[in-house]
């Protein structure tokens, strides 16, 4: 799923953000400096010009687009953008303030020494914020991109990409459709997939986006990019190799300079990523209160059925293939994962892509009698309850996971995934989720599983994520809901 971007000015709006407190302070230093007081709201007339400032220096920004390259510019550059940027802003002020005729209530010294100390201060935050970006940038921490290009373009494609990588992307790699150079690097990208091997690559690879350039003159790789959306990748691509879309969600923007058509399964707005992960930390929060109350209680009933560490570590394929360590209470025996692979012809799950067993041996203190019957013990207890799942709280503080989203294969299932069973991952892993929720217990073919968890990113809303969360809490005390 992806997450879309703001466009046009909303784009620099950390530099806005931090302009404005630079203005910010400089009206304030310049009020202290003058009146040897910081509090310039006692005074009502310049309180109500601090508002004017604000409005100004946004009025400009949209006006003159001021931010517009700014990750280009040099300190020269910077410094002459500021200097008008700054003037642009008294100007606005000025005016204001003969047009209204009180410009007798105001001190010119205060108006003269705020735009000195604006002048200064948002320089340096520009400068300071810009280096900052720039090491991010370096660093990849971002979405992952692979670049679908011809050699003949590769070299241009890749350093307007760099030049202009206001989105932050880790560069995953170049894909060459025409040649195959694979292990060579151009500008400093590395060549990793050709055309014959492209599509295993990104199914495999943590590669959250992928970037069409093509020639006009060639023809548009419509399966390729059709493969990589089923996998649940995000697509960009040149607008006039634009196709019928499939039900896919698409719309125009700007990306690393390219004017591309997008196209994805759903996409979430900066509002909506804000509200979904400030419910997951709002949520994690309270969860993690709980894991620790939890500890108090099942460590010492873990540790005397099965002695050993509490907590369960799991290395798991998240959104779009990154990997992380996923936290669970410990309800199995240290030995589980060895027990797997000669239990695998019990799997009640189809074609092995999950694993689902009754009267799992594995689980602590859980086994089959003589008569056929289950006997629970404190594991069964802990899963049945989903008492296992609270230290996952922690994953989604550190962002690996959300409350409510797919949930997290293995990594052996993960290598035997199909290219469709890939849009699985095209969103964060959850604690709960509408498969979860929809009888997991009962469904025993892969597909449905996936099919459920395709719905959900296809039809992802913020009202769908707290109508599973609510239907969770019903699972779990066993009571029956209706989505």
């Known amino acids: ?18 302009d404005l407190l630079s203005l910010y302070l400089a009206f304030m230093l310049a009020y202290a400096v003058r009146m040897s007081d910081f509090n310039f709201y006692s005074d009502e007339a310049y309180s109500s010009i601090a508002i004017v400032l604000v409005l100004a220096n946004v009025a400009v920004t949209i006006l003159f687009n001021s931010f517009k390259n700014v990750l280009k510019r040099g300190h020269y550059q910077e410094l002459s953008a500021s200097i008008k940027h700054v003037c642009l802003v008294e100007v606005v002020v000025i005016v204001y303030i003969f047009t209204i005729q009180e410009s007798i209530a105001y001190s010119q010294f205060i108006l003269y020494l705020t735009a ?3 002048f200064f201060l948002s320089y340096v935050t520009r400068t300071v914020w810009k280096k900052y970006l720039r090491r991010v940038m370096k660093s990849g921490d971002r979405r992952s991109l692979i670049i679908v290009t011809v050699d003949g373009m590769a070299g241009e494609v890749v350093k307007n990409i760099l030049d202009d990588n206001f989105e ?21 990208v590395s060549v990793i997939a050709c055309a014959r091997d492209v599509t295993e690559c990104v199914c495999r690879g943590w590669i959250d986006e992928a970037l069409f350039c093509m020639p006009q003159n060639e023809t548009c790789p419509e ?6 959306m089923e996998m649940g990748v995000v697509v960009h691509m040149s607008l006039y190799h634009a196709f019928g879309n ?3 969600k698409q719309f125009v923007e700007r990306l690393c300079g390219y004017t591309v058509l997008t196209s994805s399964i759903n996409y979430a707005t900066p509002l909506q990523q804000f509200i979904k992960r400030s419910i997951d930390i709002a949520g994690a929060l309270l969860g993690s209160l709980i894991t620790c109350v939890l500890f108090v209680f099942l460590a010492p009933a873990i540790y005397i059925h099965s002695p050993g560490p509490v907590f369960f570590r799991q290395e798991r394929v998240g959104r779009n293939g990154k990997r992380f360590r996923m936290y669970k209470f410990r309800s199995m025996y240290l030995d589980a994962e060895e027990r797997k692979k000669e239990l695998m012809e019990q799997n009640r799950i189809e074609d092995g892509f999950m694993f689902k067993l009754e009267g799992d041996p594995r689980i602590i203190g859980c086994r089959v009698t ?6 629970k013990g404190i594991g069964n207890f802990i899963r049945d309850w989903s008492l296992d799942e609270f230290p996952q709280m922690f994953n989604v503080l550190k962002g690996d996971m959300s409350l409510v989203g797919t949930r997290p294969p293995t990594v052996d299932e993960w290598e035997r995934y199909e290219l469709h069973h890939r849009a699985r991952l095209a969103t964060r892993p959850g604690i709960t989720g509408l498969w979860q929720v929809s009888g997991r217990s009962n469904i025993t073919d892969f597909e449905d599983v996936v099919k459920l968890d395709t719905k959900y990113i296809t039809e992802w ?11 969770t809490v019903g699972v779990v005390l066993g009571k029956k809901g209706a989505m």
């Open 168 to 188: 932050q992307f880790r560069i995953a790699g170049l894909a060459i459709l025409d040649r195959d150079r694979r292990g060579q690097t151009i500008e400093g």
């Open 370 to 375: 003589p008569d056929g019957k289950v006997k």
């Open 223 to 228: 399966k390729l990019m059709t493969q990589f």
């Open 246 to 248: 499939g039900g896919q």
């Open 1 to 18: 799923m992806y997450k879309k971007g703001p466009q046009g000015w909303l784009k620099h709006l950390d530099f806005i953000l931090l």
């Open 116 to 118: 000195i100390f604006y």
């Open 461 to 471: 809303s913020m009202g769908l994520d707290l109508r599973i969360l609510c239907r």
